[in-house]
């Protein structure tokens, strides 16, 4: 995979939309976060409706910011599902600022 640069292609005007729209809904459904060396881990309640958000903020942000790395994983046995954001080198920062953490 070639080298992306850490960029949003999206406008100011579209950020503080989807800003406000699916990633703080994810933020808030979130049970726990952490940093990862590039990124972060969420872990969720296992419901079908996280699970439907998590997919589509992926399936939205895979296009603006295509540095970005997404692995869900949905444990077994009705355990938590986790959503990981990384990329780069300054990815954690750069999710920090765009969520506001």
Same mark, same amino acid.
Request: contains cysteine; charged residues 25%; aromatic residues 4%.
């Given at each position: 995979?070639?080298?992306?640069?850490?960029?949003?292609?999206?406008? !100011?005007?579209? #950020? $503080?939309? *989807?800003? %406000?729209?699916?990633?703080?809904? =994810?933020?808030?459904?979130?049970?726990?976060? +952490?940093?990862? !060396?590039?990124? #972060? $881990?969420? *872990?969720? %309640?296992?419901?079908?409706?996280? =699970?439907?958000?998590?997919?589509?903020?992926? +399936?939205?942000?895979?296009?603006?910011? $295509?540095?970005?790395?997404?692995?869900?994983?949905?444990?077994?046995?009705?355990?938590?599902?986790?959503? +990981?954001?990384?990329?780069?080198?300054?990815?954690?920062?750069?999710?920090?600022?765009?969520?506001?953490?």
């Amino acid at each position: 995979m070639a080298d992306l640069p850490i960029v949003c292609t999206l406008t !100011p005007d579209a #950020l $503080r939309a *989807r800003r %406000a729209g699916l990633l703080l809904q =994810l933020l808030h459904q979130a049970e726990h976060h +952490e940093d990862l !060396p590039e990124g #972060l $881990r969420l *872990r969720f %309640a296992p419901t079908a409706d996280t =699970l439907s958000t998590i997919v589509s903020a992926v +399936e939205a942000e895979r296009h603006c910011c $295509r540095f970005l790395r997404f692995g869900i994983a949905v444990e077994p046995d009705g355990g938590p599902i986790f959503l +990981e954001l990384s990329g780069p080198p300054g990815t954690r920062e750069f999710i920090a600022a765009l969520l506001e953490m």
